[in-house]
């Protein structure tokens, strides 16, 4: 049950875990009566947590009755990183001219953590240091919009489980020990206030990420049980993932997010 002020914005919250976590369905549409019933509420703030999901894009209005999370297929996908290039291409432009000296310390120390938790093995802190690389670089622009945009994709992602698939596949150590690579030398260039240089490098490292999120989208378990812990992921491995198919991708039951 929860128990809050300002009881709609937790319930937002609550329910944005659940699509996160795979746990809000994408088929039958659940109805506020039941969702207020589970968590212990009235329909006002369940009615109110939904509409602001729903204009996130997370959640959708079913006829009839209901919502369902969003599916997510790979044209989303490919917009999504088409729309993410131009946005963090522009935003590590400003960023160059822009940014603080304890700005610049900062994203230096997020590659360190990065490839610290890579050599330890910690798949998860390396992904959630990659993620706090690109969001440091988007609040050293002062560009409040651009943080803010750049967010709303971060959270699709979030939601279009293509992390899921990344998470269970040995190749993801090689993938990520690249990545921070590329995430060192933008940082290289933005120490030099050299901002088209850094667009160069942003641009070259985004480019690729279409093909990896789509692959891994086709990856995601399907059948693996609720609460299941993902797969082991061990270094040296070759990827063995088939080419996308064009397989609508579903919200499935998965562990935690990264």
Do not use: C
């Amino acid at each position: 049950m929860i128990r809050a002020t300002n009881l709609y914005e937790k319930v937002y919250e609550r329910l944005k875990r659940e699509i996160y976590e795979g746990r809000f369905p994408t088929e039958a549409p659940v109805l506020e009566t039941d969702l207020a019933e589970r968590l212990g509420v009235s329909r006002t703030p369940v009615r109110e947590a939904l509409r602001m999901l729903a204009s996130e894009g997370l959640v959708s209005p079913r006829q009839g009755g209901g919502h369902t999370a969003v599916r997510v297929d790979e044209r989303d996908l490919h917009d999504t990183v088409a729309a993410r290039l131009g946005i963090e291409t522009l935003a590590v432009r400003l960023a160059a001219e822009r940014a603080t000296d304890e700005q610049l310390d900062e994203i230096d120390a997020i590659n360190r953590r990065a490839r610290a938790s890579l050599e330890a093995g910690l798949l998860g802190g390396t992904m959630a240091a990659n993620e706090a690389f690109h969001r440091a670089v988007a609040a050293a622009t002062g560009s409040r919009l651009i943080e803010f945009l750049l967010a709303r994709i971060y959270e699709f992602i979030l939601v279009s489980r293509v992390l899921d698939g990344v998470r269970e596949q040995r190749w993801a150590v090689r993938e990520m020990t690249r990545f921070i690579a590329e995430h060192e030398g933008i940082a290289e260039a933005l120490r030099a206030r050299d901002g088209a240089l850094a667009a160069e490098r942003m641009h070259a490292h985004l480019g690729q990420l279409g093909d990896w999120y789509e692959s891994s989208l086709n990856l995601v378990p399907q059948e693996r049980p609720r609460g299941a812990a993902p797969s082991p992921v061990a270094a040296g491995a070759g990827p063995s993932a088939a080419p996308a198919t064009g397989r609508t991708a579903t919200v499935v039951p998965s562990g935690s997010e990264a």
